[in-house]
């Protein structure tokens, strides 16, 4: 059984982000929703109408910080509390702010044991979210990418150490062996001012 992983810190992209669930190949199975800011309580909502058997968890936060920087010791606690929640099995990690491709499933599915997409950072104008990949065709090693569109296992995520150094992401994903991205797996990048697309 496929698990969906959603943590969510925003309202305002739940529309848009569940609209592109809705058209994609994801089975709706079981999602484990974070909700880990105030005002996300309608993503549970939302999830379970589209088929979804949604486990909650809420922490408590508050709004997170501004500054992408300041946000790094929450994305860390993110990943140590969700590493205890994520069963074993095919695991999708999501972000409340990705927009998935239509057959984003079947598509990670056939590039690998742990597949991503490629998404535009917010920061950097033209920048996929991956690290260090040797091509940008095809299906290609990378040394790690983002949780935005990640399939890998339950038992890859929880074995990976959560790194108190540099990018939480990077960290975590650059134990995850092996590591691909499909370069055709394009996903949007949801903004205040519009969708980011590779």
Known sequence: MLTLLL???RDWTMESV???IAASDIP???CILILDA???EAWEGALTELGFQVETHVTGNGPPPEYWLERRPRHRAMRRLTQRLVPDGPLLCLEDDTIVPRDVFSRLSAAGPNACGVQVGRRESRRV???MP???RG???VRACGHYCLLTTGEAYRAAVILDAGPPDAGHTSQIRPLVVDWECICGHLTEAGVLYP
Do not use: Q
Request: with cysteine; net charge positive; glycine share 10%.
């Open 38 to 40: 105030p005002g996300c």
């Open 129 to 131: 979210g991956v690290s």
């Open 28 to 30: 709706r199975e079981r």
């Open 139 to 141: 299906v290609s090693p």
């Open 134 to 136: 040797k091509s940008r």
């Open 18 to 20: 569940c609209r592109a």
């Open 7 to 9: 943590p969510v810190t």
